[in-house]
């Protein structure tokens, strides 16, 4: 009979250091916790943000996809920056269509910078060397990548991941006021973000 309640004393011991691989959830748990009280650790669920797309959104990125799939292709970079923040898983599909897209003169690289910077400003992700390199001289034509980011922070404003600072949402309206560019690049990164898994802080 265990002294330890919930405890059974035929479970095998976790790995020492209290760590099952590859979960964190588990982390400094000593060694001799076994049997339930494990299992109830592995059930704890981390909150997560839900993006649901507006009735609107989901119309206009139909539409955008349409449009020789411009939607979806956008969605492909927002989601490869997501992916390596840990936030979202790319389909196979997507992962092609990425790397087509990076072979189309970087094309797709360069739709995920705006993202990624996003992230990083978010505190969800640190942009490489390269990365941010690229992004400062994609800024330098009139401010390019920066005008990318903006509609992207929108988003995550939206999904409760950032707050946007008081030039990003003058630039948005002004953008809007443009023929909706800003909406409507905003568009796919919500439709990213909807797929997406992302923990609340």
């Not at 539409?63 to 020789?68: N, V």
């Not at 490489?128 to 988003?155: D, H, M, N, Q, S």
């Amino acid at each position: 009979m265990s002294d330890t309640p919930g405890v059974d004393p035929k479970a095998e011991p976790l790995p020492v250091g209290g760590t099952a691989p590859g979960d964190d959830r588990l982390r400094g748990v000593p060694a001799s916790v076994t049997g339930e009280t494990v299992q109830a650790a592995m059930s704890t669920e981390v909150p997560l943000l839900r993006v649901r797309l507006k009735a609107t959104e989901q119309f206009w990125y139909v539409l955008q996809c349409i449009y020789f799939a411009s939607g979806y292709l956008a969605k492909v970079s927002h989601k490869k920056a997501l992916s390596e923040a840990g936030l979202a898983e790319m389909t196979g599909a997507e992962k092609f269509w990425y790397v087509l897209g990076c072979i189309a003169l970087g094309a797709a690289y360069f739709g995920k910078l705006p993202t990624k910077k996003a992230l990083s400003e978010a505190g969800r992700v640190r942009m490489t060397g390269g990365e941010k390199a690229w992004y400062v001289v994609w800024c330098i034509p009139f401010g390019a990548a920066y005008f990318l980011k903006v509609p992207v922070k929108r988003a995550f404003e939206e999904a409760g991941l950032v707050e946007m600072r008081g030039a990003e949402q003058f630039w948005y309206i002004l953008q809007c006021i443009a023929f909706a560019g800003g909406y409507f690049h905003k568009i796919p990164v919500k439709k990213a973000l909807s797929e997406s898994t992302i923990p609340a802080k």
